[in-house]
């Protein structure tokens, strides 16, 4: 698979204005993901120095293996639910993005999500307090479950069924949020959480119980497979493309004196699902229909992220639109198919 277009990690880079971790050592759990593998290039392109750790649970060895003859990128295969010491590098950063994160991993997987969450995120802390490391968690919009505030902002504090299907991700990231703020708070640790709102771009993964919708959607049209839409698609969601969410990412991390800062990073236009999946069938210009289905419990109807701090705090706010994001994960998993021939 190698690298991804080097022309989106230049412009990333760009679009970073001089914020740079060039010489910074950074360990990444669930490096091997698709944010975690971004993160890693765009990282890399800086000339920062890299742990990434990993144990593929959902993450795949393509996605990093083009870094494998890079001096200043090593790979720990490791589930980082068990305990770990980093002896190799003193590192400045630690970026918890270890969990799997999809719908079906919720309903295959909840245990190992809550424990990379809690148990697995207490272990980056602690080698985070060890090294007197940065720490940045990767935090989700669904710690805010189905609001009762749209546009939502970070002093929202949530609508969330515990017990429900998507409870073990959910309530694992909000006991994520309270351990990584006991850290900040009793050892005075630097921290900071983003609150990631739907993702999609290269490297998302679309088969079998990794599909999320604009994947799904996509694998479906390219197959002329029916498009299936859960309810009757009017529920929204902010899609926000891979780009936009690396460099949100990044300047959050780099942030001066964070103050254990919290920031929604997503994009504050609001899709409706059915649109999204009629933009799907014209950019692939597709003759597959549109099957509904029930819509699964505890389905959030509305997802649109105040991003106010984010402007603010960070001088971010996404760029790529719906369509042009939508253009290039379709190239891309064009590409994917040819390659799969
Ligand atoms: N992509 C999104 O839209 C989105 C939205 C909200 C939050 N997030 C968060 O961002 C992070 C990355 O998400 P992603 O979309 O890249 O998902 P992903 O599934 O592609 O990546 C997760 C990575 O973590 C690894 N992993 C899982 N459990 C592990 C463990 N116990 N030890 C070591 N590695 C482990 C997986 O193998 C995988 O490489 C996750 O924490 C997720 O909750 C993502």
Not at 75 to 99: C, G, N, Y
Not at 101 to 118: G, M, Q, W
Not at 164 to 169: E, K, T
Request: with cysteine; glycine share 8%; aromatic share 8%.
């Amino acid at each position: 698979m190698a690298w991804l277009s080097k022309s989106e990690i230049d412009r990333i880079n760009r679009d970073l204005a001089g914020i740079s971790f060039a010489d910074k050592r950074i360990l990444i759990t669930g490096g091997a993901g698709f944010l975690g593998s971004w993160m890693c290039d765009v990282l890399i392109a800086q000339e920062a120095e890299l742990i990434c750790l990993d144990n593929f649970a959902s993450g795949l060895q393509s996605n990093i293996c083009h870094h494998a003859n890079f001096k200043k990128f090593h790979f720990i295969k490791h589930d980082i639910t068990q305990q770990i010491s980093i002896e190799e590098l003193q590192l400045d950063l630690v970026v918890h993005m270890a969990s799997r994160a999809s719908p079906f991993e919720f309903e295959h997987y909840p245990i190992e999500i809550l424990e990379a969450n809690t148990i697995g995120l207490l272990n980056s802390l602690e080698i985070a307090r060890k090294h007197d490391a940065a720490i940045l968690y990767t935090s989700t919009s669904e710690i805010y479950g189905n609001p009762m505030v749209v546009p939502t902002p970070e002093s929202y504090y949530g609508n969330v069924n515990p017990i429900g299907p998507r409870g073990c991700y959910d309530e694992a990231k909000r006991c994520g949020e309270a351990y990584v703020t006991a850290y900040r708070k009793q050892y005075g640790l630097d921290t900071r959480i983003a609150r990631i709102f739907n993702t999609y771009g290269p490297r998302i993964r679309s088969d079998g119980i990794y599909a999320r919708a604009i994947p799904r959607f996509i694998d479906q049209a390219l197959s002329g497979m029916p498009i299936t839409i859960f309810g009757d698609g009017t529920q929204t969601r902010s899609f926000t493309y891979v780009s936009d969410q690396i460099e949100g990412l990044i300047r959050l991390a780099a942030l001066d004196d964070a103050k254990g800062a919290i920031a929604n990073i997503g994009n504050d236009k609001e899709t409706k699902i059915i649109d999204m999946a009629r933009k799907v069938l014209e950019i692939t210009n597709s003759g597959s229909d549109m099957t509904f289905h029930s819509l699964p419990v505890d389905d959030p109807i509305r997802r649109k992220p105040d991003i106010s701090r984010a402007r603010e705090l960070l001088g971010w706010e996404p760029k790529v639109s719906l369509e042009d994001g939508l253009r290039v994960t379709i190239e891309w998993f064009r590409s994917q198919r040819r390659e799969a021939k």
